[in-house]
């Protein structure tokens, strides 16, 4: 059976990678509704700051804040705090910051959401950055395969009680089987075969994410960089295979 429109949409991040509020909310307001969550990441948030996130959310569209914040347990247990005060859906962190970093941060985080019965976000690892391969790692001295790291660090997210991880399209596959369904994947790296692949090495189309396995796919220039990004949006939307529900 054909899933409702709604759940493909749902699942559809997109990236506000613009330099300044103004032109965020312009694409906010163009594409309200229209997709599951809005990203704003370090570029975004370090110019317009959580009274942008703010204004987003009470707009009543969702957050993704993606600031993949790395540092010790209790900063950066602190830092999600804020992000939940703000009202985002989704934020993430960096799972080589450790396990004593993650569960105090989903402690926190829980606790805070229970406290003041506000909504959970959703907490997302980022496991080894898609710009380091195996030559960045002989530089740091460290032997084992990225794919190997990859992994491991997804099931420590898993062990510890992370929501999922960020992943690149190529690890889609293998992350499902080791940590199971109803572990999110967020993807980046889609490029529709119509679009520019920028600076996207090895991307995957919208429709090859999905069906790999990503809950999520991000998507940013295609949309965001063309001249009619509803029309982009709605050309993506049409290309995604029917999905059986949401997650
Ligand atoms: O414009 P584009 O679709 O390439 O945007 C992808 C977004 O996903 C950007 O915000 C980028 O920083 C982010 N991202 C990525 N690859 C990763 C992690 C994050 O492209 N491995």
């Known amino acids: 059976m054909e899933a409702p429109r709604a759940k493909i949409k749902d699942r559809l991040i997109i990236a506000l990678d613009v330099p300044a509020a103004d032109k965020a909310l312009k694409l906010v307001n163009l594409l309200k509704g229209k997709v599951g969550m809005f990203k704003v990441g370090s570029q975004l948030f370090t110019t317009a700051g959580p009274q942008l996130v703010r204004e987003i959310v009470s707009g009543g569209d969702k957050v993704f804040l993606d600031l993949k914040f790395h540092d010790i347990p209790r900063t950066v247990a602190n830092a999600a ?27 926190e985080t829980d606790r805070y959401c229970s406290t003041f019965k506000v909504p959970r976000p959703k907490i997302v690892g980022i496991t080894v950055l898609t710009s380091l391969n195996q030559e960045s790692f002989k530089r740091m001295g460290l032997e084992r395969s990225v794919d190997e790291i990859v992994i491991r660090l997804s099931q420590l997210a898993l062990e510890t009680g992370l929501d999922g991880v960020v992943a690149s399209p190529r690890e889609i596959r293998a992350i499902r089987e080791a940590c199971g369904e109803g572990f999110i994947i967020v ?7 119509w679009a520019s692949a920028d600076d996207q090495r090895r991307f995957a189309t919208p429709r090859e994410a999905i069906e790999a396995g990503a809950d999520y796919i991000v998507i940013g220039r295609p949309i ?13 939307l049409s290309e995604l295979p029917s999905l059986q529900g949401g997650k």
């Open 224 to 236: 965001t960089g063309s001249k009619a990004p509803l029309l982009s949006l709605e050309r993506v």
């Open 81 to 107: 705090l804020e992000a939940v005060k703000i009202g985002v859906s989704m934020f993430n962190l960096h799972t080589m910051g450790g396990m004593d970093m993650m569960r105090l941060t989903i402690q």
């Open 187 to 193: 993807t980046p790296g889609i490029r529709p075969s």
